[in-house]
């Protein structure tokens, strides 16, 4: 049997964003828990948490105070189990974020190391005394991400510290055994939990050259000397047998934000490190036939090369939503989710996508991020009623556009929606092997259209999508019928070759009738 994350579609939660029971304007674990009829209902499988952790949001959530803890503002960790338990008995399996690059400044860990150089924890983060102080005084050139020097000087203790992100989240010490073990406890409390695996926040930042190059000149954040390290995997199978040891075939899902496939592939290691790599190079692909194919075929090469299952991702809490980036109507984010959802691998769903939700646009005075991402990160709208579903006082961020009419109730009660699209998807997706499990193999199409096929022992598909607004025709070899239809109009009929503006379909060999 292979593992139950191999088929699965995952939906990822930003929990800040979701769903609010608590009535504050910011969403939390309880309100996520009386959502999740709706996700079983579109018909996910497994769901990522956003960080739910103790913490001071200098960056929402990925700068932990406490990793075995629920924020107040999210709820409690009696809540958390609700929440689990709820999910689980629906089908859905949850996978939690896990930060181990760095904690907050506020973390313990942080507070006592920097209480003196003589601290028992001093070496669980990155201490350098530099060249010399202030200034340009810096141990070496690195930049942090959301810009700034990557290095702060601790007054108290005479020394640098390394953080590639705020300074407020200083980067943890994984060639320290201590810090190993401490957060191999941490994954543990959640295992011992139930939860079904985890998503690993940057990955490939984990060690660092241990001789601290500086960068080459122009770089803008830090990459070379600290990205893809090769003690990285030696971190990497240490996780794996820890979560190995669990039974339920847990997930290690890892952010390695390297924009090449290739060296993503070499994180799944020889079986023995991540389950499933995120491959952010279809994401940054534009919205066009022959770059989706280029990319499509590269993972298929590169991850395949290595027995690297797939990971496919269109939108999520770093990036503008797919439908702002690609443009266009609606017609063209349906389209996208045929795309996404019909790929050989797992994809991951962006909460909001499925309503094809655009970016809130947020006046100055309401931006809240440091890296500017308050855009996508919009409540989800549940119904028309003022508040859409949220309770009490006004969300955190403002609306996407369209709330009145672009919200959960209004597109459920739309059998042509996106949202019902998804829904049609999904089932297509689940009751065909060739969907959830089939090889994929590229078809000859015009220039403006991307068609394969996927085929698993007897069952085919096949999909075609138009990437223009223009109509296209394709020829394929053999009869086939719609079965799934991103205009929600042609299905169960035979397919003509003929593609409407920005249509996309999933096809059958003809004459099987439904299912
Ligand atoms: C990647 C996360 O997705 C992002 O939201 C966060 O700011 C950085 N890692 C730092 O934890």
């Not at 340009?136 to 203790?157: E, Q, V």
Request: aromatic share 10%.
């Amino acid at each position: 049997m292979p593992p139950w994350w191999r088929s699965a579609v995952f939906y990822q939660v930003y929990p800040r964003s979701f769903a609010d029971a608590g009535g504050d304007g910011v969403g939390d674990l309880e309100g996520l828990r009386g959502r999740l009829e709706h996700l079983r209902w579109m018909g996910v499988d497994a769901i990522w948490i956003c960080p739910f952790y103790r913490s001071p949001m200098t960056d929402f959530g990925y700068d932990v105070a406490d990793y075995r803890d629920v924020d107040p503002l999210f709820g409690t960790l009696e809540d958390f189990d609700r929440l689990l338990t709820d999910a689980h008995a629906l089908g859905l399996r949850v996978i939690v974020d896990w930060v181990p690059n760095h904690t907050s400044d506020q973390h313990p860990w942080f507070v006592e190391a920097r209480s003196s150089r003589e601290s028992p924890k001093r070496d669980w983060y990155i201490w350098r005394d530099g060249p010399g102080t202030g200034a340009g005084g810096r141990p070496n050139n690195w930049k942090a991400a959301f810009g700034g020097d990557a290095w702060t000087w601790d007054d108290a203790t005479a020394q640098w510290y390394l953080h590639l992100f705020l300074p407020t989240q200083p980067d943890l010490n994984w060639r320290n055994p201590e810090v190993a073990a401490a957060m191999h406890d941490v994954l543990r409390f959640w295992l011992d939990r139930g939860v079904d695996g985890f998503r690993i926040d940057v990955v490939q930042g984990l060690t660092k050259d241990p001789t601290f190059p500086d960068d080459p000149p122009g770089q803008v954040a830090v990459h070379a000397a600290v990205n893809d390290c090769d003690d990285t995997h030696a971190v990497l199978r240490g996780l794996r047998r820890l979560a190995d040891a669990y039974d339920g075939d847990r997930v290690l899902v890892g952010e390695v934000y390297l924009l090449d496939t290739a060296t993503v592939a070499k994180y799944v290691g020889n079986g023995d490190e991540l389950h499933l790599a995120f491959d952010f190079t279809p994401l940054y692909a534009p919205w066009d036939a022959g770059a989706w194919r280029r990319r499509i075929e590269a993972a298929e090469a590169e991850l395949g090369a290595v027995g690297a299952w797939p990971t496919w991702t269109m939108s999520n809490h770093d990036n503008p939503r797919l439908r702002t980036r690609y443009g266009g109507p609606e017609a063209r984010a349906r389209a996208a989710a045929v795309l996404l959802l019909t790929l050989r691998g797992v994809p991951f769903i962006y909460y909001g996508d499925e309503l094809g939700l655009e970016d809130a646009v947020v006046p100055p005075e309401r931006v809240v991020d440091p890296g500017g991402r308050d855009g996508c990160r919009s409540p989800m709208p549940w119904d028309g009623a003022p508040g859409h579903g949220w309770p009490g006082a006004e969300p955190w961020l403002p609306w996407s556009p369209e709330p009145d009419t672009r919200n959960v109730e209004a597109l459920r009660a739309d059998e042509r929606s996106i949202l019902h699209l998804h829904r049609r998807i999904l089932a297509a997706r689940r009751a065909s092997p060739a969907l959830h499990a089939g090889a994929w193999l590229g078809l000859e199409a015009a220039p403006s259209v991307l068609a394969y096929e996927r085929s698993e022992g007897g069952d085919r598909r096949a999909v075609v999508v138009n990437f223009t607004s223009t109509p296209a025709d394709v020829t394929l070899a053999g009869d086939w019928d719609v079965e799934v239809d991103s205009a929600g109009v042609a299905e169960g009929t035979a397919f003509t070759g003929r593609l409407a503006g920005d249509q996309a379909v999933i096809l059958r060999p003809a004459g099987r009738g439904p299912g």
